[in-house]
């Protein structure tokens, strides 16, 4: 993103300006290079972080003020936040969703994690050194958090998290839709006239006559079982009784 000539022209003379509310006396070099540093950042949030220099410093006015009172110029997350969230990629069940900064700290950090010896404390300190030097790089270049998807096997989750991710504003949600299950289609009313014709029809067949006389037979033929079972069991009484002498 960058600035028009108009919107450029006017951050300079709101540098100027605040520069000068803050007691400072600002050569126009100066004001000039901060105005074009600043340039890669939405107009509307220049405007507000010098808005909020004006009201909150007490000297001098310097670009690294101005940044850090910039959203979008620290979107990127702390190094805790990060080393949580680097972690969850472990577990290959897990999908997560981090920036380019993330992925290379942690690969730097991983040998010392998963070596003959692990030092999960050691491993973290080294993310988090190569973490700020990854955010000390990306915010000198004015870049803003490139969100990425690694997926895990888990379904369940993948769709927990990518929802998640697009209701945080972090990814578009077509650039995910082609991850995620495709959604329930409801049913039309065509539909649930072709259930009913299908259900209506099961229970024809179940009570047609043919079925019945099915039923009925499956029944005889257990009685005539059972009556048989019973005749084999009186005639065997009286032959035990006389082994029995």
Not at 125 to 151: D, G, H, I, N, Q
Not at 186 to 192: H, L, S
Request: hydrophobic share 40%; charged share 30%; net charge neutral.
């Amino acid at each position: 993103m960058s600035l028009t000539d108009a919107q450029h022209e006017e951050v300079l003379k709101l540098v100027y300006a605040t520069a000068e509310v803050l007691g400072q006396e600002m050569r126009a070099s100066a004001g000039v290079l901060i105005a074009e540093d600043l340039s890669a950042y939405p107009f509307a949030e220049i405007r507000s972080a010098l808005a909020r220099c004006r009201a909150e410093l007490h000297g001098k006015l310097t670009l690294a003020a101005i940044v850090e009172r910039i959203p979008s110029a620290n979107a990127h997350l702390s190094g805790n936040e990060a080393w949580a969230l680097a972690l969850h990629s472990t577990d290959e069940q897990e999908t997560v969703v981090w920036t380019p900064e993330i992925a290379r700290a942690f690969a730097a950090a991983k040998p010392v994690m998963s070596g003959d010896r692990p030092d999960k404390i050691g491993a973290r300190m080294a993310f988090l050194a190569a973490y700020e030097r990854e955010l000390a790089t990306a915010k000198a270049e004015a870049r803003p958090p490139e969100w990425t998807v690694s997926l895990g096997h888990d379904p369940q989750r993948r769709e927990i998290v990518l929802d998640d991710a697009v209701r945080a504003g972090k990814l578009p949600a077509p650039k995910v839709a082609h991850l995620l299950p495709p959604p329930d289609k409801p049913v039309t009313e065509e539909g649930q006239r072709q259930r009913k014709r299908v259900v209506s029809h099961l229970r024809d067949l179940i009570n047609q006559p043919g079925g019945r006389k099915a039923e009925e037979r499956r029944e005889a033929r257990e009685r005539e079982e059972a009556r048989r079972r019973e005749l084999l069991e009186q005639a065997g009484a009286p032959l035990a009784a006389l082994g029995g002498r």
